[in-house]
């Protein structure tokens, strides 16, 4: 599975032979299976992960033992807990397979030592850091400024790939809304 990865980032620039032996001799490929926890409440995030195969979602869960999904991740996406990893504090997150999914994991310490080797990989990184930064910008964005059945449909426009793969209560948990509204928006949506 690391040559998922390897395609990703060489559709994005060339590394030499020798920086990628020094990225797969750090990398390790983990394999999940539905429903099992990546990262559990809790536990401190260490890594930067990418999915190689698969699909997994980021939840919280409140006080009422709600769960409210963050964001969804699938090949040749990255997934994890930035605050975690950055902080070095236990995760307020899940990570949770949604399907049987395989991930690349690099410790932070080795992934810190690859961007300081091989400057084009920190590149690389910092563009896909500032493109998520962006993502989660126009998010939160039409979180608080768009109807539910406007989420719906901007998320069939922008994450078409997922629309059949993610568990319809999960999505609703994503747009913010329960099942049931979900499937009002959808019989509306398909009407029209």
């Not at 690349?104 to 930064?133: N, V, Y």
């Not at 608080?144 to 901007?154: D, N, P």
């Not at 997922?162 to 928006?185: C, D, F, K, Q, W």
Request: aromatic letters at 12%; one cysteine or more; glycine letters at 2%.
């Amino acid at each position: 599975m690391f040559s998922v990865f390897k395609k990703y980032i060489e559709s994005k620039a060339t590394l030499s032979d020798d920086e990628w032996a020094f990225i797969e001799s750090v990398s390790n490929v983990k394999k999940f299976r539905k429903h099992q926890l990546v990262l559990k409440e809790g536990d401190v995030w260490n890594f930067h992960a990418f999915i190689c195969d698969g699909c997994v979602r980021r939840y919280s869960t409140d006080a009422d033992n709600v769960e409210h999904t963050i964001q969804f991740s699938i090949e040749n996406w990255w997934t994890g807990d930035r605050e975690s990893l950055l902080n070095e504090t236990p995760s307020k997150l899940n990570i949770e397979a949604i399907e049987n999914t395989t991930v690349l994991l690099i410790h932070k310490d080795d992934f810190d030592k690859i961007c300081e080797k091989i400057p084009t990989f920190s590149s690389i990184i910092s563009s896909i850091l500032q493109k998520s930064m962006n993502t989660m910008q126009k998010r939160i964005q039409a979180d608080i400024s768009y109807t539910a059945e406007e989420k719906y449909l901007h998320f069939l426009e922008f994450y078409p790939q997922l629309a059949n793969r993610v568990p319809r209560h999960m999505l609703a948990s994503y747009l913010g809304v329960t099942p049931e509204t979900l499937s009002r928006i959808r019989k509306l949506a398909y009407k029209k």
